[in-house]
């Protein structure tokens, strides 16, 4: 069975900075799809950025980033110029390729300070 | 284009109570989802919908809680008895499922939260 596990319950950084979220997973599959979703106060799930296993270069989407080691199973998650707004819940997540199941990690929740 | 919606986005309930749940997906969606998540923790899926048809309830407590999604649109998700460990956000989520494409993206709705008291 696939797991997600995201090691740091809490991150905080300060408005303007660089923070990096960790997330690591477990699979026997080669063939899978990660994400990143962003789940502010009210609640609603956003996508932040999708990663293909199969490709070796690294997902970019303006701000973000992602690191994907795929040997160390690794798919940590860069968030450059931190903003107020990128306060939030962020969920890790899991997708075999021959499913739709995303499989979710504990999250992080991140505080950018002023 | 207009996201996910779900009402009520807030339910408080007595143990033994029912409840139901509406959503309705981005417009040409066929794959719909509905996910459990309790505080602190990920979302998990209870039952995908492709079309009108069921492609995975495995994780559905079917002894009280039911789902369908009628004409391959709109869905309801239904509660009963209500239990006390039910007290948790219910998320759906569709994605447009294109023929022969894998790793969809699922987009979200807002959500509802549960309490049962």
């Known amino acids: 069975a696939q797991t997600v596990t995201q090691s740091q319950p809490e991150m905080s950084v300060q408005e303007a900075e660089t923070v990096t979220l960790s997330c690591t997973y477990d699979t026997s599959e080669n063939n899978y799809y990660l994400f990143w979703y962003k789940q502010p106060p009210s609640r609603q799930m956003i996508l932040v950025i999708r990663?293909?296993?199969?490709?070796?270069q690294n997902a970019t989407e303006n701000r973000f980033s992602v690191n994907f080691q795929k040997a160390a199973k690794s798919f940590s998650l860069k968030i450059s110029d931190s903003q107020l707004g990128d306060t939030a819940m962020y969920f890790c997540?899991?997708?075999?390729?021959?499913?739709?199941?995303?499989?979710f990690g504990t999250g992080t929740r991140l505080q950018v300070f002023p | 284009e207009a996201g996910v919606a779900q009402s009520p986005r807030y339910k408080i309930i007595e143990k033994r109570q029912s409840v139901a749940f509406w959503c309705n997906p981005i417009s040409g969606h066929a794959t719909l989802y509905w996910y459990q998540q309790i505080l602190g923790q990920g979302p998990k899926l209870l039952i995908q919908?492709?079309?009108?048809?069921?492609?995975?309830d495995s994780q559905l407590p079917k002894d009280r809680f039911s789902a369908e999604r009628l004409k391959g649109v709109d869905s309801t998700l239904k509660i009963q008895p209500a239990k006390l460990e039910d007290s948790a956000v219910y998320l759906c989520?569709?994605?447009?499922?294109?023929?022969?494409?894998?790793?969809?993206?699922?987009?979200f709705g807002p959500g509802t939260r549960l309490t049962v008291l």
């Open positions: 989520a569709s994605s447009p499922r294109l023929a022969g494409a894998r790793g969809d993206t699922q987009y």
């Open positions: 990663q293909e296993a199969y490709k070796q």
């Open positions: 997540a899991f997708m075999n390729a021959n499913t739709d199941k995303l499989i």
């Open positions: 919908f492709q079309n009108n048809g069921v492609v995975d």
